[in-house]
């Protein structure tokens, strides 16, 4: 009976250490894992998941009309060589940019291995300055049924395609914000089925000028094994509804970030840019924009109607009045 007792105890002992040594084999691949993905996405000038982060918020400024991160994504190491990036969207509507839903993302070897977008209310209206051109009177009506204490968004469609100046100068002085500009790359000279679906501008705001800001000062503090950056930037000085070169320019280089990035992205979130074709149009015709995203009070978005040089006007979100005070 001892020498049973023996034997079950010898055993059981030799099944805790094999298990305690596969615990310990696991838990110093993850650590090594761990180790390496972190020095993988954070080596690099910029790192890489800050190269990948701008990917993704680019994306965002120059396909999504209207909508932006409401401030960087968040990343944190995942699996084996994974990073995953979250954050929260924003629009401006009215006198207010408002959250409308997140964004969350991971990529594998800096590939994207999925996307996913919540939106807290509903999503942003589809095809939007598409549809402006086709539903011009029936949109101008359902604008002047609304209450004049509104604030609404509009999607403009200009008569033909103008240059960034003479947009910015003819919305100078009007009671209503520009949110976003829809840039002419041609879409309307190719067949209809060919077209991309989706439209490239960029956002009136700074924001998405993030990458092109200027380091001032930067300052490394190192206490025990952590190191702790801090830094102060400027970014590209924007005027007030001017500095159309500004915009254009960095349009562009933005435009070619996001081309050299394309192929990182999940096809099922965007695949459909077109992206050579559009800069090769627009290196040989230049930037003209084909509309505007704009917002504002709903009497002020409708004397639009009365404007030569806008041709249709779609309706987005609607909301409670909340613009600026005058001063």
Known sequence: ????????????????????????????????????????????????DEKLRR????????????TESCGPLSSSVGGLFSVEMTGELCRQLGGEHVRTGSIDTEFTFEQMTWMDWQWRDKEPKGLPFMDAKDAEGYEWERLDKLP????????????????TASVLKKMKGKDFAPVWFAVDTGDEKIKEEERP??????PYG????????????????????????????????????????NREKYFMKSLRTLAEGESKLDPSWKSDLQLK???????????????????????EVLKLKKEPWIAG??????????????E
Not at 55 to 66: C, M, R, Y
Not at 148 to 163: M, Q
Not at 277 to 299: C, D, F, Q, V
Request: proline share 4%; glycine share 10%; net charge neutral.
């Open 148 to 163: 004049k204490g509104t604030v609404v968004e509009a999607y403009l469609v200009f008569d033909h395609p103008r240059s």
């Open 1 to 48: 009976m001892k020498k049973r007792n023996s034997g079950f105890l010898k055993e059981r002992r030799t099944w805790i250490s094999q298990l305690c040594l596969v615990i310990a084999v696991l838990l110093l691949v993850g650590l090594i894992s761990a180790i390496g993905t972190s020095v993988y996405y954070g080596s690099g000038e910029p790192a890489r």
């Open 197 to 202: 679906w989706e439209p490239i501008g960029f």
């Open 206 to 245: 700074d924001s998405w000028l993030e990458p092109y800001q200027k380091v001032t000062s930067r300052k490394v503090e190192t206490k025990g094994f952590f190191e702790t950056v801090s830094e102060s930037a400027v970014g590209p000085d924007l005027e007030p509804y001017g500095s159309a070169a």
């Open 313 to 326: 006007a779609s309706l987005g979100e609607v909301d409670f009045w909340n613009w600026y005070e005058e």
């Open 55 to 66: 990917l993704v918020e680019t994306t965002v400024a120059l396909t999504e009309p209207g």
């Open 277 to 299: 074709r559009r800069i090769g149009y627009l290196e040989k015709n230049g930037i003209k924009l084909s509309g505007a995203l704009i917002t504002g009070l709903t009497k």
